[in-house]
Protein backbone atom coordinates (compact mmCIF):
# COMPACT_ATOMS: atom_id res chain seq x y z
CA UNK A 1 0.00 0.00 0.00
CA UNK A 2 2.85 2.58 1.13
CA UNK A 3 4.14 1.76 -2.86
CA UNK A 4 1.15 2.82 -4.44
CA UNK A 5 0.84 5.88 -2.39
CA UNK A 6 4.70 6.98 -3.08
CA UNK A 7 3.59 6.61 -6.98
CA UNK A 8 0.27 8.86 -6.62
CA UNK A 9 2.53 11.50 -4.75
CA UNK A 10 5.19 11.33 -7.23
CA UNK A 11 2.29 11.51 -10.02
CA UNK A 12 1.16 14.64 -8.06
CA UNK A 13 4.59 16.12 -8.75
CA UNK A 14 4.35 15.06 -12.71
CA UNK A 15 1.27 16.91 -13.14
CA UNK A 16 2.67 20.07 -11.66
CA UNK A 17 6.01 19.63 -13.65
CA UNK A 18 3.59 19.78 -17.07
CA UNK A 19 2.05 22.85 -16.09
CA UNK A 20 2.24 25.74 -17.92
CA UNK A 21 4.78 28.35 -16.86
CA UNK A 22 2.38 30.90 -15.32
CA UNK A 23 2.03 34.61 -17.04
CA UNK A 24 3.69 37.49 -14.99
CA UNK A 25 0.41 38.77 -14.70
CA UNK A 26 -1.24 35.20 -13.40
CA UNK A 27 0.15 36.29 -9.86
CA UNK A 28 -3.15 38.26 -9.55
CA UNK A 29 -5.20 35.69 -10.01
CA UNK A 30 -4.08 33.70 -6.94
CA UNK A 31 -3.32 36.76 -4.75
CA UNK A 32 -5.63 37.56 -2.28
CA UNK A 33 -7.83 40.34 -2.54
CA UNK A 34 -7.30 43.89 -0.44
CA UNK A 35 -11.15 43.72 0.83
CA UNK A 36 -10.77 39.72 1.71
CA UNK A 37 -12.29 38.21 4.86
CA UNK A 38 -9.65 36.15 6.18
CA UNK A 39 -11.85 34.54 8.92
CA UNK A 40 -12.10 30.90 7.94
CA UNK A 41 -11.13 27.35 8.59
CA UNK A 42 -9.90 24.38 6.82
CA UNK A 43 -10.11 20.89 8.29
CA UNK A 44 -8.15 18.10 6.19
CA UNK A 45 -7.88 14.32 7.89
CA UNK A 46 -6.05 11.56 6.14
CA UNK A 47 -3.69 8.44 6.36
CA UNK A 48 -0.15 8.16 7.46
CA UNK A 49 1.64 5.72 5.19
CA UNK A 50 4.60 4.52 7.47
CA UNK A 51 7.30 2.93 5.48
CA UNK A 52 10.02 3.21 7.91
CA UNK A 53 9.74 3.25 11.86
CA UNK A 54 12.43 3.18 14.16
CA UNK A 55 11.33 3.14 17.85
CA UNK A 56 13.38 2.44 21.23
CA UNK A 57 12.71 2.15 24.83
CA UNK A 58 14.44 1.89 27.63
CA UNK A 59 12.86 2.03 31.89
CA UNK A 60 15.13 1.23 34.49
CA UNK A 61 18.55 2.18 36.15
CA UNK A 62 19.84 5.24 35.51
CA UNK A 63 23.21 4.42 32.89
CA UNK A 64 22.23 1.41 31.35
CA UNK A 65 20.00 1.87 28.99
CA UNK A 66 22.35 0.48 25.81
CA UNK A 67 22.04 -2.68 27.92
CA UNK A 68 18.28 -2.28 28.13
CA UNK A 69 16.65 -0.77 25.13
CA UNK A 70 14.17 -2.00 23.54
CA UNK A 71 13.58 -2.13 19.61
CA UNK A 72 10.62 -2.51 18.76
CA UNK A 73 10.87 -3.67 15.34
CA UNK A 74 13.60 -5.95 16.10
CA UNK A 75 13.15 -7.18 19.44
CA UNK A 76 9.79 -7.30 19.57
CA UNK A 77 8.41 -8.04 15.85
CA UNK A 78 6.42 -4.49 15.37
CA UNK A 79 6.91 -3.77 11.78
CA UNK A 80 6.25 -3.42 8.65
CA UNK A 81 4.04 -0.84 6.38
CA UNK A 82 1.46 0.40 8.34
CA UNK A 83 -1.25 3.36 8.31
CA UNK A 84 -1.90 5.76 10.99
CA UNK A 85 -4.49 8.43 11.35
CA UNK A 86 -3.58 11.97 11.01
CA UNK A 87 -5.55 14.83 11.10
CA UNK A 88 -5.37 19.30 11.41
CA UNK A 89 -7.46 22.24 11.62
CA UNK A 90 -6.19 25.60 10.97
CA UNK A 91 -8.74 28.31 12.08
CA UNK A 92 -7.63 32.18 10.58
CA UNK A 93 -9.08 35.15 12.66
CA UNK A 94 -7.46 38.16 10.50
CA UNK A 95 -4.83 38.29 7.82
CA UNK A 96 -2.26 38.16 10.49
CA UNK A 97 -3.26 35.81 12.71
CA UNK A 98 -4.49 31.67 13.37
CA UNK A 99 -4.48 28.67 14.97
CA UNK A 100 -3.77 25.34 14.20
CA UNK A 101 -4.56 21.95 16.34
CA UNK A 102 -2.87 18.30 14.92
CA UNK A 103 -3.28 14.75 16.12
CA UNK A 104 -1.79 11.79 15.14
CA UNK A 105 -2.46 8.17 16.28
CA UNK A 106 -0.08 4.97 15.88
CA UNK A 107 -1.30 1.41 16.97
CA UNK A 108 1.33 -1.74 16.32
CA UNK A 109 0.59 -5.34 18.15
CA UNK A 110 2.19 -8.44 17.80
CA UNK A 111 3.50 -12.14 19.06
CA UNK A 112 6.49 -13.08 18.68
CA UNK A 113 9.37 -15.70 19.99
CA UNK A 114 12.29 -13.16 22.07
CA UNK A 115 15.70 -13.93 20.75
CA UNK A 116 16.86 -12.30 23.94
CA UNK A 117 15.82 -11.71 27.49
CA UNK A 118 14.44 -7.99 27.70
CA UNK A 119 13.27 -6.17 30.63
CA UNK A 120 10.85 -3.56 31.54
CA UNK A 121 10.27 -1.87 34.58
CA UNK A 122 10.33 -4.19 37.34
CA UNK A 123 9.30 -7.10 34.88
CA UNK A 124 12.22 -9.61 32.98
CA UNK A 125 11.28 -11.42 30.10
CA UNK A 126 13.54 -14.70 29.38
CA UNK A 127 14.73 -15.75 25.80
CA UNK A 128 12.75 -18.10 24.12
CA UNK A 129 9.30 -17.34 25.24
CA UNK A 130 6.56 -16.20 23.25
CA UNK A 131 5.49 -12.62 24.19
CA UNK A 132 2.16 -10.41 22.85
CA UNK A 133 3.47 -6.76 22.42
CA UNK A 134 1.54 -3.49 22.12
CA UNK A 135 3.03 -0.13 20.83
CA UNK A 136 0.80 2.81 21.40
CA UNK A 137 1.71 6.61 20.10
CA UNK A 138 -0.82 9.71 19.93
CA UNK A 139 0.65 13.08 19.55
CA UNK A 140 -1.15 16.85 19.78
CA UNK A 141 -0.60 19.91 18.86
CA UNK A 142 -1.71 23.34 19.45
CA UNK A 143 0.18 26.53 17.48
CA UNK A 144 -0.46 30.30 17.21
CA UNK A 145 0.16 31.35 13.45
CA UNK A 146 1.46 34.17 13.11
CA UNK A 147 1.41 35.40 9.31
CA UNK A 148 4.14 37.83 8.64
CA UNK A 149 3.83 37.74 4.85
CA UNK A 150 0.67 37.14 2.21
CA UNK A 151 1.29 38.67 -0.66
CA UNK A 152 0.86 37.52 -4.40
CA UNK A 153 1.57 33.68 -4.52
CA UNK A 154 3.68 33.77 -1.05
CA UNK A 155 2.56 33.08 2.70
CA UNK A 156 4.96 32.87 5.42
CA UNK A 157 3.82 32.33 8.77
CA UNK A 158 5.92 31.07 12.27
CA UNK A 159 4.05 28.98 14.48
CA UNK A 160 4.72 29.09 18.28
CA UNK A 161 2.74 26.10 20.26
CA UNK A 162 3.08 22.79 22.66
CA UNK A 163 3.40 19.92 21.24
CA UNK A 164 1.88 16.68 23.54
CA UNK A 165 3.53 13.29 22.90
CA UNK A 166 1.78 9.91 24.76
CA UNK A 167 3.66 6.82 24.40
CA UNK A 168 3.26 3.45 25.87
CA UNK A 169 4.41 -0.12 25.52
CA UNK A 170 3.16 -3.57 27.27
CA UNK A 171 4.27 -6.71 27.11
CA UNK A 172 2.34 -9.99 28.04
CA UNK A 173 4.56 -13.02 28.11
CA UNK A 174 2.26 -16.57 26.42
CA UNK A 175 1.98 -19.78 27.16
CA UNK A 176 1.52 -21.70 24.22
CA UNK A 177 -0.05 -25.06 25.24
CA UNK A 178 -0.76 -27.83 22.41
CA UNK A 179 -4.34 -28.38 21.56
CA UNK A 180 -5.69 -25.57 24.16
CA UNK A 181 -4.65 -22.72 22.20
CA UNK A 182 -2.22 -19.62 23.52
CA UNK A 183 -2.99 -18.56 27.17
CA UNK A 184 -1.69 -16.15 29.05
CA UNK A 185 0.96 -16.17 31.67
CA UNK A 186 1.06 -14.24 34.84
CA UNK A 187 3.96 -12.05 33.50
CA UNK A 188 3.03 -8.89 31.97
CA UNK A 189 4.35 -5.54 32.12
CA UNK A 190 3.36 -1.78 30.50
CA UNK A 191 4.98 1.41 30.52
CA UNK A 192 3.94 5.01 28.97
CA UNK A 193 5.17 8.42 29.31
CA UNK A 194 3.34 11.75 28.19
CA UNK A 195 5.42 14.40 27.33
CA UNK A 196 4.57 18.26 26.90
CA UNK A 197 6.93 19.90 25.28
CA UNK A 198 7.10 23.51 23.76
CA UNK A 199 8.32 24.35 19.68
CA UNK A 200 8.59 26.39 17.31
CA UNK A 201 7.83 25.89 13.58
CA UNK A 202 7.18 27.82 10.04
CA UNK A 203 5.16 27.15 7.53
CA UNK A 204 5.34 28.33 3.91
CA UNK A 205 2.48 28.09 1.31
CA UNK A 206 3.24 28.48 -2.15
CA UNK A 207 0.21 28.87 -4.62
CA UNK A 208 1.37 27.28 -8.03
CA UNK A 209 -1.89 28.51 -9.97
CA UNK A 210 -5.45 28.78 -8.49
CA UNK A 211 -6.34 25.00 -7.84
CA UNK A 212 -2.65 23.57 -7.11
CA UNK A 213 -0.82 25.01 -3.99
CA UNK A 214 2.48 23.89 -2.17
CA UNK A 215 2.27 23.71 2.13
CA UNK A 216 5.73 23.37 3.49
CA UNK A 217 6.20 22.69 7.49
CA UNK A 218 8.64 21.86 10.07
CA UNK A 219 8.13 21.91 13.77
CA UNK A 220 11.55 21.79 16.23
CA UNK A 221 12.14 21.51 19.73
CA UNK A 222 15.10 21.09 21.62
CA UNK A 223 15.06 20.82 25.80
CA UNK A 224 18.61 20.10 27.78
CA UNK A 225 17.48 21.57 31.31
CA UNK A 226 19.32 19.27 34.36
CA UNK A 227 17.13 15.50 34.42
CA UNK A 228 15.28 16.35 30.97
CA UNK A 229 16.46 16.06 27.81
CA UNK A 230 14.84 15.85 24.50
CA UNK A 231 14.81 16.79 20.93
CA UNK A 232 11.71 16.81 18.08
CA UNK A 233 11.22 17.59 14.26
CA UNK A 234 8.40 16.92 12.06
CA UNK A 235 8.71 18.04 8.88
CA UNK A 236 6.18 17.60 5.67
CA UNK A 237 5.72 18.65 2.26
CA UNK A 238 2.53 18.62 0.31
CA UNK A 239 0.70 18.87 -2.63
CA UNK A 240 -2.99 20.11 -2.36
CA UNK A 241 -5.87 20.31 -4.84
CA UNK A 242 -8.41 22.37 -4.65
CA UNK A 243 -11.22 20.58 -6.56
CA UNK A 244 -14.20 22.87 -5.36
CA UNK A 245 -14.94 26.01 -2.95
CA UNK A 246 -14.81 23.82 -0.19
CA UNK A 247 -13.10 20.58 -1.20
CA UNK A 248 -10.17 19.82 -1.80
CA UNK A 249 -7.20 16.77 -1.42
CA UNK A 250 -3.33 16.67 -1.20
CA UNK A 251 -0.36 14.24 -0.47
CA UNK A 252 3.41 14.24 0.43
CA UNK A 253 6.04 13.07 2.32
CA UNK A 254 6.52 13.31 6.14
CA UNK A 255 9.42 12.69 8.54
CA UNK A 256 8.68 12.84 12.66
CA UNK A 257 11.58 12.38 14.99
CA UNK A 258 11.45 12.39 18.82
CA UNK A 259 14.36 11.68 21.57
CA UNK A 260 13.54 12.07 25.18
CA UNK A 261 15.25 11.44 28.47
CA UNK A 262 13.87 11.87 32.14
CA UNK A 263 15.58 10.63 35.18
CA UNK A 264 13.45 10.81 37.86
CA UNK A 265 14.30 9.17 41.20
CA UNK A 266 17.15 6.94 40.15
CA UNK A 267 15.16 5.65 37.26
CA UNK A 268 15.59 6.59 33.76
CA UNK A 269 13.23 7.07 31.03
CA UNK A 270 14.87 6.92 27.22
CA UNK A 271 12.34 7.10 24.74
CA UNK A 272 13.43 7.12 20.59
CA UNK A 273 11.23 7.19 17.74
CA UNK A 274 11.43 8.19 14.25
CA UNK A 275 8.64 7.48 11.59
CA UNK A 276 8.78 8.21 8.06
CA UNK A 277 5.94 7.94 5.10
CA UNK A 278 3.72 9.08 2.79
CA UNK A 279 0.48 11.31 4.00
CA UNK A 280 -2.62 11.77 2.00
CA UNK A 281 -5.71 13.44 3.14
CA UNK A 282 -8.96 15.23 2.35
CA UNK A 283 -9.55 18.83 3.31
CA UNK A 284 -12.89 20.65 3.68
CA UNK A 285 -12.61 24.96 3.84
CA UNK A 286 -15.37 26.97 5.38
Known amino acids: MLNALMKFVFLLLLILLWQPA ?58 GSVVAFRSSFVYRF ?58 GRVMLSITPGIHFSKSRLSMQALDPRPGTGTTALDESENRSITAPLPMLGGRLVYRLSPKWQLLVASDIFFLNRGSQE ?44 VHTGAHLYVGYTF
Not at 43 to 53: E, H, K, N, Q, S
Not at 121 to 135: N, P, Q, W
Not at 246 to 254: L, V
Request: proline share 2%; net charge negative.
Open 22 to 79: PAEDDDESVASPDNKDYRGGTLRMGAFAIGDIKTSAYFGPVDIPLRGAIDISEDLGLK
Open 94 to 151: SKRHAMSVGYYKLNLDGIVQLERTIELGDSEFDIGIDVKSRYDEQITKFAYNFIFHDE
Open 230 to 273: GQLTDSNILIEYKASDHFSFGGGINRFSLDLQLVDNGRQWDWSS
